[in-house]
Each structure stands twice: as structure tokens, then as C-alpha cells.
């Protein structure tokens, strides 16, 4: 792909394939050719790297926070299960909207939790609305743990964010989506690994193992579900594209 952006004539030209494309410098169509290269280059030198939530680092695309956040604050969850804690600012995002919205809490399950991650969420003012979960989060007998601390009629979201095989995802998929009632969603995060397989950090199967197939592959098991992206809560602009690492990540339960 070659991208020549002309500030005098206020043009972008797209060469890939044998073909060209003249935008105009300062359209939609121009946005979405330069977020697409931005978000590359941003994820090859770790700009999602650079944020906390409430003293934690987050390590999510803003986008992607407000995004979650729209949701979470339309769908007033009572339980919000996360897989990947890291360093705990995406358990603390969650459990910070739930105090403000006076309902849920947050469960968090990873394979590790680095024991100066687990002293900074368990020293923190939220952690009444946390419970942290050790191990894997596809292994049977912490999906029943899990499942243990979830009840009866109880509107769960599920965010996947720990390992992002499309096997692992896969197996996260089939394990929590009975949790999630009709209008509510399991999001599988980083989709944008399918198109970053050709970056110097990246492997070359990523193309086709990525939480974005994984999603894919379930709604065609399960038809009870469908990738379904959800509306903008607000939008004045132009722009109907979203600048995202989690394309075809909403994964949407549409009938029991």
C-alpha cells in the first residue's frame, strides 16, 4: 500500500493492488485509509500503553473505553465479567461505573495476577465492587467459580481480554455465553489483530487466529447470537466508522 497525502491540493492518494484512489484530503473516506495506518503504527509502538483509569493503567484504545462505557451505562449490568486483569485499570473502568450508576459489580478472572497488581486493586477504594479470580479462564473449574458467584436471573456482560488466540477465545465464548441474556453482549477485544500480521512485532498467522475469527466462528454455532455493533450513542459528525482495535468484537445475544 502506498498513501500520498498532498496538503496543497488537499488530496490522499491510495495505491494498492494495481489500483488508485483519489479522496479528498478532508473526507470520510480519507479518515478511514489514515486510522487504519494510525492504528497500526500505534499498536506497533504500544500507544494504548500510555493511560490509566483511577491510578491503574488501562492499556485500551480511548476509543474503545468510551465505547464500553456507552454500553455498560445503557445496559446497567448487575455483574460485569472480565477475562484479563493485568494491571486492574479495566476491572477499576467497570467498577467505576458501576458505583456510579448505584448498581453491579465486577468479577475479573487471569491466568496471573502479579502479586503488585493484586496489592494495588485489593488497597484500592473500589474493591468492595471487585472479586478477583486466579487461573485460567477456560479451565472447567474456574468457569464454575465463576458461575458460582452469578445469580439466578442476573444480567451479565462479559468482556474477553486475556489471551487472544482464536482457540482460547473460542473456548471463552462457548464457556460464559449462557451467562449473557438476550440484548446484552460478550465483546472480544484486539479483532485488529487480523490486519497487523504484517507488523514487525506480529506473526504471520494472525491473519486468521485472532478473537475476530473466533467471534465469527461462534455465531455460526451459535444462532442465538450475532456480531452486532452497537449504535452510537451520540454522533454530529460525518464519520461513521469507529477508530478500534475490537472490530467484530461485539458479539450479541439476539433471542434466548
Request: aromatic share 8%; with cysteine.
Amino acid at each position: 500500500m502506498k498513501i500520498t497525502i498532498d496538503t496543497t491540493r488537499k488530496t490522499l492518494v491510495l495505491e494498492q493492488d494495481a489500483q488508485r484512489q483519489d479522496l479528498p484530503l478532508y473526507s470520510p473516506d480519507a479518515f478511514d485509509v489514515l486510522s487504519r495506518f494510525w492504528l497500526k503504527v500505534g499498536w506497533d509502538l504500544k500507544y494504548s500503553y500510555q493511560f490509566t483509569w483511577l491510578g491503574r493503567p488501562i492499556i485500551q484504545m480511548p476509543e474503545d473505553i468510551l465505547r464500553i462505557q456507552e454500553i455498560i451505562c445503557r445496559l446497567q449490568p448487575d455483574v460485569i465479567l472480565e477475562t484479563g486483569i493485568a494491571h486492574g485499570g479495566s476491572l477499576l473502568l467497570s467498577a467505576s461505573l458501576c458505583r456510579l450508576m448505584g448498581t453491579g459489580r465486577v468479577i475479573g478472572v487471569d491466568i496471573e495476577i502479579r502479586p503488585h497488581n493484586r496489592r494495588a486493586l485489593e488497597q484500592h477504594p473500589l474493591r468492595p465492587l471487585l472479586t478477583m479470580i486466579e487461573g485460567s479462564s477456560i479451565d472447567p473449574e474456574i468457569v464454575g467459580r465463576v458461575k458460582s458467584l452469578i445469580r439466578p436471573g442476573e444480567k451479565v456482560i462479559v468482556l474477553l481480554d486475556s489471551c487472544h488466540t482464536r482457540d482460547h477465545v473460542l473456548a471463552e465464548l462457548e464457556a460464559y455465553h449462557d451467562l449473557v441474556p438476550p440484548g446484552s453482549y460478550l465483546v472480544a477485544a484486539d479483532g485488529i489483530m487480523h490486519d497487523l500480521a504484517d507488523l514487525p512485532a506480529a506473526k504471520p498467522d494472525w491473519t486468521w487466529n485472532n478473537p475476530a475469527e473466533a467471534a465469527r466462528q461462534f455465531v455460526q454455532r451459535h444462532p442465538q447470537f450475532a456480531i452486532d455493533e452497537p449504535p452510537r450513542a451520540f454522533n454530529e459528525s460525518k464519520l461513521a466508522s469507529h477508530v478500534t482495535y475490537w472490530p467484530s468484537a461485539f458479539v450479541k445475544r439476539i433471542r434466548d
